[in-house]
C-alpha cells in the first residue's frame, strides 16, 4: 500500500516536471521553426510506435464528470480538435488519446490538392493567434480512405468539402463507414468556389442529397460574421437546419489580408476571436431554437473560453490555435479547468452549463 502511495506521489511529481519542461523550453522552440516544418514534427511524433510510452497526458485516467451526450453519441468531454490539425486523417486516434472528447480528421477533399503557394502559414505569438492561407492541402479521398478504421471510436469526426456539390456526396458515399460525424466546410476564405454553397438554394440542395446518401449526422461549418451580414449568415444557418443538417459550427476563421503570405490573404485564428465566438453562438441560438447541435469554435483556449461557449448555448467546443499554442496538455488543462468550475458552482454535471446564460 505505502509503495503505490509513493509511486502515486513520483508519478505526479514526474507529470507535473514533464508539463513544465515542455511548457518553457519544447513549445516555445517548435515555435521558433517555420509552422509547417513544426507541424510535421508533432505529427511524426504521434506516430511513433511507442508515443504513449513517452506521452505524459495519454496514460493518464479520463477525468469523470466531464461526459455528454451530443448527436446521439457519448463523448469524454466537450472539447474537442478542430479540423485542419490531421488535414490526412495519420493521427487520429492518438490525438484523442490527449483527453479530447473528440477530433475532426480532414478537412477530406475528393481530388489530391497541394494548396496555396508557400509561405501559407504565418503565427503571430503577441496575439497567439496564426493566419493560414493552406488552401485545403489534402492527399485526396483515396489515399485518405485507406487509412481511416470501418466503426471507429465515438470522437472521430470527419471534416469534407469541395467546390461542387458531386465532389463532397463522392466524399460522403466514400466514407460513410468510418465516422459517425460528417462537418461540411462551406466557409474556408482560402479556397475558391465555397461561396457557391452561401446561396441557400444551393446549400439547401447539397444537404438535402447528403441526407439522402448518409444516415450519419451532419455538421455545417459557417464564415465568421458582424453585425453588418449577421442576418446573411443566421439565415444560411436556419436553412441549414430546416434542409436536414443536424448542427452547426460556428465559426472559421476570420479573412484578413497579410504581406507574409504568398496569397496576400490568409484566414486568422487564435484569441482574436475569443470575445466574437459566446456573440456568434447566443445569436445563432437564438435564431435556430434549442434543439440544432451548435459547436463553437474560435479563440477557445482554456476552461473559461468553453464554459463561456457552452453558457451562450453551445453543446461542443472545437480548438485549432488554442491546441497549438498550448500544446500536448490543452485539452486535459481544459478537463481540469471545467472540473475546478463546475464544483466552484455546485455544477455536477457539464449539460448543466449549457445555455445558462441565455435561459
Known amino acids: ?3 503505490f502511495l509513493v509511486l502515486k506521489v513520483i508519478s505526479s511529481k514526474i ?7 515542455y511548457k518553457s523550453l519544447i513549445l516555445p522552440i517548435l515555435q521558433l521553426i517555420n509552422p509547417e516544418v ?3 514534427i508533432a505529427e511524426k511524433f504521434f506516430q511513433f510506435p511507442f508515443n504513449k510510452l513517452i506521452n505524459p497526458v495519454s496514460y493518464r485516467s479520463k477525468l469523470d464528470g466531464l461526459q455528454t451526450n451530443v448527436l446521439g453519441i457519448k463523448l469524454d468531454s466537450p472539447i474537442g480538435l478542430a479540423a ?3 488535414k490526412n486523417c495519420k493521427v487520429l486516434d492518438q490525438l484523442l488519446e490527449l483527453q479530447f472528447g473528440f477530433v475532426t480528421g480532414g478537412t477530406i ?3 489530391e490538392r497541394f494548396g496555396n503557394p508557400r509561405p501559407r502559414l504565418h503565427h503571430v505569438p503577441k496575439e ?3 493566419i493560414n492561407s493552406l488552401g485545403f492541402p489534402s492527399q485526396g479521398l483515396e489515399k ?6 470501418e466503426n471507429p471510436q465515438n470522437g472521430i469526426f470527419l471534416s469534407v468539402s469541395g467546390i461542387n456539390e458531386d465532389e463532397i456526396i463522392s466524399c460522403i458515399e466514400t466514407l460513410e463507414d468510418k465516422t459517425k460525424v460528417f462537418e461540411v466546410n462551406i466557409s474556408s476564405p482560402n479556397t475558391s468556389g ?3 454553397f452561401h446561396n441557400p438554394s444551393e446549400l439547401s440542395k447539397l444537404l438535402e442529397k447528403i441526407k439522402s446518401v448518409s444516415k450519419n449526422k451532419i455538421l455545417v461549418k459557417l464564415p465568421p460574421w458582424f453585425e453588418s451580414n449577421k442576418n446573411e449568415y443566421l439565415d444560411l444557418g436556419k436553412i441549414a437546419i430546416m434542409s436536414g443538417a443536424d448542427g452547426l459550427v460556428i465559426a472559421n476563421s476570420l479573412p484578413v489580408n497579410s504581406e507574409k503570405l504568398a496569397v496576400g490573404k490568409g484566414g486568422k485564428s487564435g484569441r482574436v476571436l475569443t470575445n466574437n465566438t459566446p456573440r456568434m453562438i447566443a445569436e445563432v441560438r437564438s435564431y435556430v431554437g434549442p434543439d440544432p447541435v451548435i459547436v463553437a469554435c474560435g479563440g477557445i483556449f482554456d476552461a473559461n473560453d468553453v464554459w463561456n461557449s457552452l453558457a451562450m448555448g453551445a453543446d461542443l467546443c472545437q480548438g485549432y490555435t488554442g491546441f497549438i499554442y498550448e500544446g500536448l496538455f490543452y485539452a486535459y488543462n481544459i478537463n481540469k479547468g471545467l472540473l475546478r468550475l463546475m464544483k466552484e458552482n455546485n455544477i455536477d454535471s457539464i449539460d448543466k452549463i449549457k445555455g445558462k446564460s441565455i435561459l
Not at 485518405?144 to 478504421?149: H, P, V
Request: net charge positive.
Open 1 to 3: 500500500m505505502v509503495f
Open 15 to 21: 507529470f507535473i516536471g514533464v508539463k513544465m519542461l
Open 38 to 40: 513544426s507541424h510535421f
Open 84 to 86: 485542419g490539425y490531421d
Open 109 to 111: 477533399t475528393l481530388q
Open 128 to 130: 497567439k493567434s496564426i
Open 144 to 149: 485518405i480512405n485507406k487509412k481511416l478504421l
Open 194 to 196: 465555397l461561396r457557391l
